[in-house]
């Protein structure tokens, strides 16, 4: 079976990543099923520069294809902050998640809703041959004063997708995957992964 290295080490990705390609002929590897710890640096311009620097320094440190991915939450009325610094928005190493979204919306305070937002995600394909190639998703929804929902990670309790009146983090693992940035680019990263791997 082809393997395939998810080129993360955030747990919560993982796992949405095993479930979003749990369906296809591969065998998915984490970096912590090879003993893989790199510190890689985010500073790229854009979700691309740093989705791809990931899915390449995995697959050159593993010598397997690697997918990597980076993602972030623009809210309009932040003049589409966080953005690429969505995991670094509060500049303290040992920062949470929850600190993160205590920090958004203490900067939306006082700003007239709603907080429309988006996700997007970019997924990066790197083969050991040095082929790259990427595919994007968006998720659009607004930023909600409340955290509501317990499932998901990061900003997915306050971020409300309107036509469902519920949160990222109120939904299950299955819906999110149906509906996310990430799900999204994964779906249409599937024809590149077919084709890296010639799968039928």
């Known amino acids: 079976m082809h393997k395939l290295l998810l080129a993360t080490q955030n747990d919560g990705k993982i796992s949405e990543l095993l479930a979003i390609l749990g369906d296809m002929d591969l065998e998915l590897l984490t970096p912590a099923d090879l003993g893989l710890?790199?510190?890689?640096?985010e500073d790229g311009k854009t979700y691309a520069e740093n989705a791809i620097r990931k899915a390449i320094t995995f697959?050159?440190?593993s010598g397997l294809t690697s997918l990597?991915?980076?993602?972030?939450?623009?809210?309009?009325?932040l003049g589409g902050a966080p953005g690429l610094y969505s995991a670094r928005y509060v500049p303290i190493p040992t920062a949470t998640d929850a600190d993160?979204?205590?920090?958004?919306?203490?900067?939306?305070?006082?700003?007239?809703?709603?907080?429309?937002?988006?996700f997007r995600a970019t997924v990066a394909i790197a083969t050991p041959g040095g082929k790259v190639r990427s595919a994007v998703g968006e998720c659009t929804g607004e930023v909600i004063p409340e955290e509501r929902g317990t499932n998901g990670f990061g900003y997915d309790p306050i971020f409300l997708l309107a036509e469902l009146g519920r949160t990222m983090a109120e939904l299950?693992?299955?819906?999110?995957n149906q509906l996310s940035h990430r799900a999204r680019a994964i779906q249409n990263a599937r024809?590149?992964?077919i084709e890296v791997f010639r799968l039928e």
């Open 59 to 61: 697959s050159q440190a």
């Open 172 to 176: 299950t693992m299955e819906e999110k």
């Open 100 to 118: 993160r979204r205590a920090h958004l919306l203490h900067n939306l305070h006082g700003k007239p809703r709603p907080w429309t937002a988006r």
């Open 191 to 193: 024809p590149i992964l």
């Open 68 to 77: 990597g991915d980076d993602s972030g939450l623009e809210v309009d009325a």
């Open 37 to 41: 710890v790199l510190n890689i640096q």
